[in-house]
Nanobody, 115 residues
Framework: QVQLVESGGGLVQAGGSLRLSCAAS????????IDWYRQVPGKQRELVAR???????NYADSVKGRFTISRDNAKNTVSLQMNSLKPEDTAVYYC?????????WGQGTQVTVSS
């Protein structure tokens, strides 16, 4: 069983930046896919960014050019650098990791962007 713990959320003004971190209790090397999702009340959880074990990345159109996902296998962490934040980025952000038939979610971290 692997635990994922997100951190780095908070309140920021529009145009500002935040860096989210997802720390795993075990090695992330075996995770083929690690994602960041976000969710606002009343809406479905939305995939924001993905990084594969090979380092390939994908982003939602709404965050392309502003967010960057990265992983540090040595530190068992995945980060999401968020720049030029907008009020519509306000959400709870979750880390998700999948390896074979196993998948794990973190507890989420709140990001609030004020206008």
């Amino acid at each position: 069983q692997v635990q994922l713990v997100e951190s780095g959320g908070g309140l920021v003004q529009a145009g500002g930046s935040l860096r989210l971190s997802c720390a795993a209790s075990g090695s992330i090397v075996s995770f083929g896919v690690i994602d960041w999702y976000r969710q606002v009340p009343g809406k479905q959880r939305e995939l924001v960014a993905r990084i594969t074990s090979g380092g390939s990345t994908n982003y939602a159109d709404s965050v392309k050019g502003r967010f960057t996902i990265s992983r540090d296998n040595a530190k068992n962490t995945v980060s999401l650098q968020m720049n030029s934040l907008k009020p519509e980025d306000t959400a709870v952000y979750y880390c998700y990791a999948r390896a074979s038939i196993y998948s794990y979610w973190g507890q989420g971290t709140q990001v609030t962007v004020s206008s």
